[in-house]
């Protein structure tokens, strides 16, 4: 084979090798961003108890006519259990606020029940993304010169600085052209 032949088959295959490696050689950071979703906002029916305890010992100690008790005793104020029973109490509260979403519930009580039970929950999505910054970048080229000279070539750039290989030609003599390049 011709010089030149060889030339150009080398060419050839830096260059496929260089595709090759610029392919695996990249690197990656990774960004994150928390993307908020659609709020949900549900009234949930009243639950009925399942489990319903009367304690053996009540709280208050009634006073007896007859008997003496040692302990201090409480006077039960009546009025007080009846306007406590029929108020209605609302509360409001964030169950959680975090990285998952926000969960707040809004419920009422009423009559020693349960009256109104709602939720709003607003989901956060987390999203990764990989940015790729290539490590190793093949590039190619032609290039044609005032002299009549014809070049076609390639070569390789490590982050900045790259090197290559020109095959040129006048159609009568013939050539290689090396570059070593850097990128600003």
């Known amino acids: 084979m011709k010089k030149e032949t060889l030339y150009i088959i080398y060419t050839l295959i830096g260059f496929i090798a260089g595709l090759i490696i610029g392919r695996q050689g990249s690197e990656g950071e990774q960004s994150i ?4 979703g659609e709020k949900i906002e549900k009234i949930v029916e009243v639950p009925i108890p399942y489990r319903i305890q009367i304690p ?7 006073k007896k006519a007859d008997t003496i008790y ?3 005793t409480a006077e039960i104020d009546t009025t007080a ?19 998952h979403g926000k969960l707040s519930i809004d419920a009422s009580v009423q009559y020693n029940q349960l009256a109104s039970l ?8 987390k999203e990764i993304a990989t940015i790729k910054h290539q490590t190793w970048m ?12 014809v070049g076609i070539g390639g070569g390789m750039f490590y982050h900045n600085l ?23």
């Open 33 to 36: 961003k928390y993307i908020k």
């Open 56 to 62: 053996a010992q009540p709280l208050f100690l009634y």
């Open 70 to 72: 040692n302990t201090v």
């Open 81 to 99: 259990i009846l306007n406590d029973w029929i108020t209605r109490k609302s509360y409001k509260q964030d169950l959680f606020d975090n990285q």
């Open 118 to 125: 709602k939720y709003n929950f607003t989901p956060i999505q």
């Open 138 to 149: 093949p590039y190619v080229g032609i290039s044609y010169s005032t002299l009549n000279h």
């Open 162 to 184: 790259g090197i290559g290989a020109k095959y040129i030609t006048d159609f009568n003599k013939k050539g290689f052209d090396f570059e070593l390049k850097y990128k600003f």
